[in-house]
């Protein structure tokens, strides 16, 4: 079970912070993931990390912007968003996969557990 937490309202050039709490069978996971949908948009990949080791991968449009992290013991993964864009509008989702290869990170498809989503609105 995947908890997420933190978005919010925030002006342009802000920051926020979001949180996803795993619970459950959390051993079995090697990769997390932020996903996002803006309105009327597909959902997209926006970073990923290997949960053993911590590689981080991001989707060009947030790198150097985005930092996404974990803490291993308390199992919770987290996404530092810097410099916000209107463009960053959407409704965020943590995911957790087993199994998975790298080539695969960014395919929504492939992970097997999904958070609630936590809706971060950027204003201009």
């Known amino acids: 079970q995947l908890q997420a937490c933190g978005g919010g309202l925030v002006q342009a050039g802000g920051s926020l912070r979001l949180s996803c709490a795993a619970s459950?069978?959390?051993?079995?996971?090697?990769?997390m993931a932020w996903f996002r949908q803006g309105p009327g948009k597909e959902r997209e990949f926006v970073a990923a990390?290997?949960?053993?080791?911590?590689?981080?991968y991001y989707t060009n449009s947030v790198e150097g912007r985005f930092t996404i992290s974990r803490d291993a013991v308390k199992t919770t993964l987290f996404l530092q968003m810097n410099d916000l864009r209107p463009e960053d509008t959407a409704a965020y989702y943590c995911?957790?996969?087993?199994?998975?290869?790298?080539?695969?990170?960014?395919?929504?498809?492939?992970?097997?557990?999904w958070g609630q989503g936590t809706l971060v609105t950027v204003s201009s």
């Open positions: 995911a957790a996969g087993t199994g998975m290869i790298l080539s695969s990170i960014s395919d929504d498809h492939r992970y097997n557990w």
């Open positions: 459950g069978r959390t051993g079995s996971m090697n990769y």
């Open positions: 990390i290997r949960w053993s080791g911590a590689h981080t």
